[in-house]
Nanobody, 115 residues
Framework: QVQLVESGGGKVQPGESLRLTCAAS????????LYWLRQAPGKGLVWVAS????????NYSGDVMGRSTVSRDNEKKILTLRIGNAKPEDTALYFC????????RGQGTQVTVSS
């Protein structure tokens, strides 16, 4: 099964920044719009950010707006999410996907924000 591959998670302290990346091994996954989603412990999958193919349209959930940036490199097929001023509520398993339902997502990358 072809999937996107997320990486870059880990443990950070509150206030620090984190950078997540997502790689597409197959061109069929490199959609016009790409999405970051996350799943906190015991919760469902929630949309975080999205970006269009040209990278000139990006959207963020209220939880991360103002402290996050999503970007993409279409040549390398890499999607990136940067979150600044990390908060404990950012603790979640992060996925990249080709739609809001989470299609094409991989195993995810775990982010833990804790002092």
């Amino acid at each position: 099964q072809v999937q996107l591959v997320e990486s870059g998670g880990g443990k950070v302290q509150p206030g620090e920044s984190l950078r997540l990346t997502c790689a597409a091994s197959d061109v069929t996954l490199w959609h016009r719009w790409l999405y970051w989603l996350r799943q906190a412990p015991g919760k469902g999958l929630v949309w975080v950010a999205s970006i269009n193919f040209d990278g000139d349209l990006d959207n963020y959930s209220g939880d991360v707006m103002g402290r996050s940036t999503v970007s993409r490199d279409n040549e390398k097929k890499i999607l990136t999410l940067r979150i600044g001023n990390a908060k404990p509520e950012d603790t979640a398993l992060y996925f990249c996907a080709t739609d809001l339902r989470g299609s094409g997502r991989g195993q995810g990358t775990q982010v833990t924000v804790s002092s």
